[in-house]
């Protein structure tokens, strides 16, 4: 067949492709099928086509992430590549190494198996693609090859699924078209999540012009409705405090984990607009409930930061120090939490700050977050958080604090805004608020003790060492001054909650 002939019966193939499976306005890159088979419910049949050639770059490449967050050698779960062209003769290729495969020519159709056990490892359990023999998540990221774009556009796909019988799908990615139950529209199969199994609960919860699913699977000691009531409440107060919504649709899933797991015990992820939690209960059940809380509180706050924010590079002490500092002063807030007790955390991680034998930056700590330094990154980027707030509200007199902040960055770096690289976006917009500029040099770029006294003091805070540890008070006496600023933290604010309910 001459070049142009095979251009031409190219082109067809993809028109009829299109016309048949997609009503989407905006193309997609790339189209799957994905089967999973109640026999051998680990093995994943993928099926694959490169719908639109412009689009991609280096379509002789066939490669997966290799490692997430830590977890390592996820190549080696991909097996039996068959690469074709748009007449499916196959293509040969080179293995390189697990899960890279080198082909002599670009190719248009893929097919592919991935064996997704359950990681032995728990944290990569809400963070790496697996299925059981009840449940499952999908993460695409893993899932499916890695294919480069021009000008780095974000791969649109649709996907459709065949699963076990009685085995339900959920996902914040929309359905594509009426009556087509296992058929989505993937806008960034980066970012995209699927829950997939059978015996969950699920109530959709409408706030503001956002909705989120709520999954939950496996018994609990709390009732449904309270965790639902949860979920409402925290999105609810966020959305006020951020002024808009981050994503139309989002999804929450809170689950056992696939294994034997001690109390206690917790992962939690927010990708895109998917929250996936994997919780053991706690002893009792107000436990297990303040725990549900506190995932909620930080990770609902991912939706906004980073998720929705089109940063990019390593700036995890401010996406992650700072949504510490917020889910604690979200907890006082709402009057979940006791303000003692947010003294005592911020305490804590003065005294992890401090124990550092060698200091980094902020800055320099966030570019090693999985080789050790994450303890570092959330201990002293919520102080750093911690010490924002409470310049900004001193300066202003308690008119403004750090939900100006995020809002400000939010306004400006929200999706559709252009892209910029995280820590210098973020630096630039503190920068501008005179009182701020100390904290920036000594503590987020330099590697300076942090120290509080003065501004603890400006508050009516003391710190006293007990049993070798750091405690803060908030003192017997206080000024005027004082017991406003207070207020602005949270002080009293279940005195006030309990004022307004009388
Ligand atoms: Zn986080």
Known sequence: MSKENRLISFTALVFVLITQFSYALSAQIIEAKIKIESKTPTVIEIQGVNLDADSLQNVKNFSFTQSYAGVENLGERVSDVDLSDENKRKIEYKKLIAGEFLAEKPFVFWNYKVKADVPTNYAAMSRVSWISAEQGILMFGDLLPQFNTKNNAKIRAKISFELPKGWKIASSEKKSGENTENTFEVSDVEKAVFYIGKNWREREISVGNSKI??????????????????????????????????????????????????????????????????????PFKTQSLQRLHEQLRHEIFHLWMPNNLNLSGNYDWFYEGFALYQALKTGVAVNRLRFEDFLDTLARAHGIDSLQSQKVSLIEASKNRWNGANTQIYARGMLAAFLCDVA?????????SIADIFQQIYRTHRQPNPQREGNSAITD????????????EKYIKGAENIAWQTDLEWFGIESAEENFQTKLKVKAKLNNRQKDLLDKLGYNNWRKLSESSR
């Open 213 to 282: 699913n709520f999954i939950i699977s496996g018994e609990r000691q709390f009732s449904d409705a309270e965790a639902f009531q949860m979920a409402d409440e925290i999105f609810g107060f966020y959305l006020k405090m951020f002024g808009a919504i981050p994503n139309q649709k989002a999804q929450i899933f809170l689950g056992k984990f696939p294994a034997e797991a001690t109390f206690g015990r917790w992962e939690a992820e927010t990708r895109g607009a998917s929250i996936t939690i994997f919780s053991a209960e706690m």
């Open 392 to 400: 900004v509200l001193r300066a202003s007199k308690g008119k403004n």
């Open 429 to 440: 917009i503190l920068q501008t608020r005179e009182e701020l500029r100390p904290i920036i």
